[in-house]
């Protein structure tokens, strides 16, 4: 199957975007946006979330999952591939910087996340020892 690039218009500018999802062990995986701007494929906005993976459920990014948002001070469901939460990583990234015309790699998107309000302690991976 194809992966789908889809389209986004934020501020008279048309971004490409498309997610992938990774399993790295049975309960880790990545969850990775991509976000060009529509004719600079070279420069990407790149988010990595690395986030304990449910073993029935799979990603919570990818799949949905509800999570407590300080700034609205109540529960949202946040679905990375809605169009509403890749406006706001967009947005974060170019207020950190992306152009659209130079790369910008962010490896923990989960600070990201935090950034925009939402309480991240059930995605955290667990870590041993």
């Known amino acids: 199957m194809k992966k789908k690039i889809r389209k986004i218009v934020i501020e008279n500018n048309t971004y490409l975007y498309r997610t992938l999802q990774k399993q790295i062990r049975p309960d880790l995986s990545r969850f990775i946006l991509r976000v060009f701007l529509e004719h600079a494929r070279s420069n990407p906005l790149v988010i990595e979330f690395l986030v304990r993976e449910g073993y029935i459920t799979g990603n ?3 799949m949905g999952v509800m999570l407590f948002n300080y700034k609205t001070q109540g529960y949202c469901y946040l679905n ?7 406006r706001e990583m967009i947005l974060l990234g170019l207020k950190k910087g992306w152009t659209g015309t130079s790369l910008l790699n962010v490896p923990d998107g989960i600070t990201w996340l935090q950034e925009l309000g939402f309480d991240t302690t059930d995605l955290v991976p667990v870590t041993s020892g």
């Open 60 to 62: 919570p990014l990818n």
């Open 80 to 86: 990375m591939n809605y169009p509403r939460y890749i």
